[in-house]
């Protein structure tokens, strides 16, 4: 199991998107709440400090490597945390957050802040799909069957977006540039913004005859099945990265990439800390006492190993290099043993005379439950000064 750090920020909750937000859907959210709590349009000081969380998980999640560190558990604007540093300092006020940014919220921009028409042909998103494992495959690594649905390149196109034999236009609205000016009175002063045009989005082109298979997207979805290679000595949160196996791009645009998700089911047996394994044996009373030998099964092998005479309660054994194999490098970890020392809890008349005879000629005093002045009333004597 991976450990996360207890103290990095909902920044997906502050935000309210999901782990798996496109940029799109993140910057859309963003601007949403901006326009709410924006500090000149809400005065409440806790619109302000909301605003300020706002900036933050934007800043964040609008950054790919900080938004790594936050998928990985850490916190890139903690002081020390997530490693890859940056200036975000702690609290992560507004600063960083672009100027643009704060203009697009009020101004529109569905485009981003680009000049001119914007490209119809988009890189992709990334795609992330989870994949359950047992202890085993994940241990000695595992070809494993996965079945992926993303967008793909619309064949019947190209990814052109076009019905064949038919061409884009330029748009008519904004003459191909993509976008219209205006001139607004805003609490910032008189600001000229250029917003995308509506009847193209942007595009400075349209598509009269969309080809009939992706509607115009140069792309459909599907489902794919792959197999994707688990190297051994995976770990539970670890993503392993297909390259260009995500989603394809608007207009046909270079595919993300796909992260497959390592989710380690629990085992009946083991569990797992890093590549060390732990599990318990009960070993009777008796036995802890004289000495035995256990056969233990590990993964893949099966080990004798030896419970010395006089075997104390919660005692360990070690069986080196039986635990799961080191993801990088040679060697594995360790097989804790945990034994488990069982008192016996019914004894019938002659083993519990045994019992006292044993204790007996070890000189061990033994009270009768039924009698007065056991060994803990004396000890309690004792503290109390009576002894
Ligand atoms: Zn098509
Ligand atoms: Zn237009």
Known sequence: M?????????????????????DDEIKRAYRKLA???????????????????????YEVLS?????????????PLAPG????????GPGGAGPFVGFQDIMDAFFGGAGGNARGPRPRTRPGADAILRLELDLHETAFGVEAPITVDTAVLCTTCSGAGTAAGTHLATCEACAGRGEVQSVQRTF???????????VCQGY????????????GDGRVRTRRSLTVKIPAGVEDGMRIRLAQQGEVGPGGGTAGDLYVEIHERPHDVYSRKGDDLHCRVTVPMTAAALGTRLTIKTLDSEETVDVKAGTQPASTLRLRARGVPHLRGTGRGDLYVHLDVRTPTKLDPDQEKMLRDFAKTRGEEVAELSKQGGFFSRMRDAFNGHA
């Open 81 to 88: 945390g997530g490693g890859a540093g940056g200036p975000g």
């Open 35 to 57: 326009r709410q709590f924006h500090p000149d349009v809400n005065p409440d000081p806790e619109a302000q400090e909301k605003f300020k969380d706002i900036n933050a998980a």
């Open 204 to 215: 400075g082109t349209t598509i009269p005859h969309p080809c009939p298979t992706c509607a």
């Open 2 to 22: 991976r450990t996360r750090n207890a103290v990095a920020r909902d920044y997906y909750g502050i935000l309210g998107v999901s782990r798996e937000a496109s």
């Open 188 to 198: 910032l002063g008189q600001v000229v913004s250029a917003r995308p045009c509506t």
């Open 63 to 75: 950054d790919d490597r900080k938004r790594q560190i936050v998928d990985l558990g850490g916190d």
